[in-house]
């Protein structure tokens, strides 16, 4: 058998229950509820651990709870998923790989299987204190056969009274200490000895430096002749020292740093809950006040609103009362009238006929006598509720939602520009009327009907068209183009009543007439004594010539214009003339 075999034979066959009968471990498996330490406890079953494997990464399970794990091979190696229990990968394979309940590491399984693991001596050593601390009678290791009251702690063996008096009378045992298992229970220590799994009874004393394997004395002599075998009292100091630089020289700092970056993790989670929940209940607040801020404003709203109803409704009455008067004293009049004239003889009418032409002329005269655009107008139509406008601030907190519920006023209406006094022949004129309300505020809205007449004052077929442009601000662009001079009335209407100032008085003038000649002192003199030269004044030359000349004939005596004869040099041209008429006259030249 090679060294390698016999190395995996030991892990194979060893009893996990030396020192601890099989009927007590059985018995105390089922009893996980009653144990005191969770190092005897495995995580998977959370029974009493029954033959404990260590895997790679230092944890332990019961070597049949590896074997219900599923395993599974890197890709691209043919892998698959199978059960750890299962025969192991042949020589040369992929080797399985578990994940471990504990940590979900990935831990690859020897090629002898779950049987091929390290056994967790330290756990069976707890499954034996926990079954002594569970008062459970423990077999003496020696004969089997009475309940063991003592232990040697050097062979680590349970001993009855019997044999416990015996080991003391041997010569190789008698300094051996041995305790009362009460004494040790009590203390929680306790140990049990490893056993060769090839060779029952001999322990495992030896360690194989090439094998790197703990042996006993037989598997020294047969399997590990050629090599160097060491008792495990003289080489444990070093392999224990290996273990302890990693642990204290590298593991122990990392350990402090993972335990402080984990504290501070935790604290960062804790303040992170306190800030969150203090955010939390700023929101709540924030959003609580806000929300009063917003009954708050629909609260003024509708106050706003009822108080317009109200108002509103006591115009209406107002007018309804107006209205009912005047038609009680326009239906008594007219009433008596009819049956004057109906029933009434001759004399009656002529008796009665001045009083009743003066109260008729009376209701004609001071009556009130309304128009139908302006009856029944304030309906609430001209009320909107804009949900998007900004309202402001409500106790610190921006609110939107306007009641918008201004009314044109009329007399309240201004006109902007100079278009509305004067205005020219054929050129384009323009005013603005700026819409109000009652308080001389502008609208801001625009929507109001809108009626512009121009009329000539002495041609009342001579009409202007108009040109209504509503900005949408409550202000109105009108524009036109007079073709006829002379004096207009013009007619500003909303809602079919004349805003103030109306009508209006537009005068237009007629453009203005540039001079078409030259400024001269005669024409025989500007043509450079040309014949055919012509002049607008009406002076004449003998001799055929058609202009005029200085000290002849009807010449002004001053210079003056050669295209109308007019002698003010910064005048309007006062003669229209044909295009035929104007080429005989003399042109504009520099002189």
Not at 24 to 33: D, I, K, Q, Y
Not at 143 to 154: F, H, L, N, Q, T
Request: net charge neutral; aromatic share 4%; proline share 4%.
């Amino acid at each position: 058998m090679s060294v390698r075999e016999e190395k995996t034979a030991q892990q194979q066959k060893r009893e996990p229950g030396a020192g601890l009968s099989n009927s007590a471990v059985r018995e105390n498996g089922s009893a996980a509820g009653d144990v005191r330490s969770s190092r005897a406890v495995c995580r998977v079953c959370s029974r009493l651990f029954r033959e404990p494997k260590l895997l790679p990464c230092l944890h332990t399970f019961c070597a049949d709870c590896i074997r219900q794990l599923e395993t599974f091979s890197a890709p691209g190696a043919g892998g698959g998923r199978s059960r750890a229990g299962a025969e192991g990968p042949a020589r040369g394979q992929v080797p399985l790989t578990v994940l471990c309940p504990e940590c979900d590491s990935e831990v690859d399984l020897p090629s002898s299987g779950v049987d091929g693991l390290t056994t967790d001596h330290l756990a069976l050593d707890e499954v034996l204190m926990e079954t002594l601390l569970m008062e459970r009678s423990v077999l003496c290791d020696l004969c089997s056969e009475s309940d063991a009251g003592k232990r040697c702690e050097v062979c680590c063996l349970n001993l009855c009274d019997f044999c416990s008096q015996a080991h003391r009378r041997q010569k190789r045992t008698s300094s051996h200490s041995i305790h009362s298992l009460e004494d040790l229970k009590s203390q929680g220590r306790l140990s049990r000895p490893v056993l060769c799994s090839l060779h029952p009874g001999q322990e495992l004393r030896l360690f194989c430096e090439p094998c790197d394997l703990a042996v006993c004395l037989e598997c020294a002599a047969v399997f590990h002749r050629d090599h160097q075998c060491s008792p495990t009292h003289d080489v444990i100091n070093q392999h224990g020292d290996c273990i302890r630089e990693l642990v204290s020289g590298s593991l122990r700092p990392r350990l402090s740093r993972l335990e402080e970056a984990m504290r501070r993790v935790e604290i960062s989670k804790e303040a992170l809950k306190i800030r969150t929940d203090s955010l939390a209940s700023e929101i709540r607040a924030y959003a609580r006040s806000y929300a009063s801020a917003v009954e708050a404003h629909c609260c003024s709203l509708l106050r706003t609103l009822e108080e317009l109803k109200i108002q509103r409704r006591n115009q209406l009455n107002l007018q309804s009362v107006q209205l009912q008067q005047a038609l009680s004293d326009a239906r008594g009049g007219v009433d008596f009238a009819e049956r004057l004239l109906t029933c009434g003889s001759e004399a009656e009418i002529l008796s009665a006929k001045g009083v009743t032409t003066r109260r008729l002329m009376s209701l004609l005269e001071c009556g009130y006598d309304p128009h139908p655009a302006t009856v029944g107008i304030d309906n609430g139509s001209s009320m909107y509720f804009l949900p998007q406008e900004s309202a402001g601030q409500v106790d610190g907190f921006p609110v939107v939602g306007v009641l918008y519920a201004k009314t044109v006023d009329p007399s309240k209406c201004t006109i902007q520009g100079e278009g509305l006094q004067q205005g020219v022949v054929s050129e384009r004129d323009e005013f603005t009327l700026v819409c109000k309300d009652s308080a001389g505020e502008p609208m801001g809205k625009g929507g109001d009907p809108v009626l512009v007449s121009i009329v000539h004052k002495d041609r009342k077929d001579c009409v202007v068209e108009t040109t209504i442009v509503d900005n949408n601000d409550g202000s109105y662009a009108v524009s036109y183009t007079p073709m006829e001079p002379g004096s207009y009335s013009v007619w500003v209407c909303v809602k079919a009543q004349h805003v103030k100032g109306s009508p209006f008085v537009l005068t237009v003038k007629r453009k203005f007439q540039h001079h078409r000649g030259i400024f001269h002192c005669c024409s025989f003199c500007s043509s450079g004594g040309a014949k055919e030269a012509r002049c607008g004044c009406i002076g004449t030359m003998p001799g055929g010539f058609q202009g005029c000349g200085h000290g002849h004939k009807g010449h002004p005596g001053k210079p003056h214009w050669s295209c109308c004869g007019s002698v003010v040099e910064g005048s309007e041209c006062v003669r229209s003339l044909g295009l035929a008429s104007l080429r005989g006259h003399v042109r504009t030249v520099e002189l």
